[in-house]
């Protein structure tokens, strides 16, 4: 039974950081890649916008996330974290990690994932 937990959203304003986290468990396919997205309000997988992925021990973001986000997983692969500095209002939203086969070109798409978690809130004012 594969189960990804994530933790360590909040509140809080413009300009501080949040660092979250991403638990993962049930499952050993080493080829998977771990993901974050972001839902909107209307909490539709389908609409859920591709943040960053680690990919082939890569680390791929988005050119919102570029430069103020890092994805990293610890040495187990067991964790996948999303270290979030200079926040912005625009980027409040609630962020699911995900786990699948992937590629360059569409690990922004969020069909392809096979494994989602139930997400976390982060809100900037």
């Known amino acids: 039974h594969v189960q990804l937990v994530e933790s360590g959203g909040g509140s809080v304003q413009a300009g501080q950081s949040l660092r979250l986290s991403c638990a993962v468990s049930g499952y050993t396919n080493s080829y998977y890649c771990m993901a974050w997205f972001r839902q909107g309000s209307g909490g539709q997988r389908e609409g859920a916008q591709g943040?960053?992925?680690?990919?082939?021990?890569?680390?791929i973001y988005s050119d919102s996330a570029k430069g103020r986000f890092t994805i990293s997983q610890d040495i187990t692969g067991n964790t996948v974290y999303l270290q979030m500095n200079s926040l912005k209002p625009e980027v409040t939203g609630m962020y699911v990690c995900?786990?699948?086969?992937?590629?360059?070109?569409?690990?922004?798409?969020?069909?392809?994932?096979?494994?989602w978690g139930q997400g976390t809130q982060v809100t900037v004012s």
């Open positions: 943040v960053a992925v680690i990919l082939n021990g890569r680390a």
């Open positions: 995900a786990a699948g086969l992937t590629s360059d070109y569409n690990w922004h798409r969020p069909l392809v994932y096979q494994y």
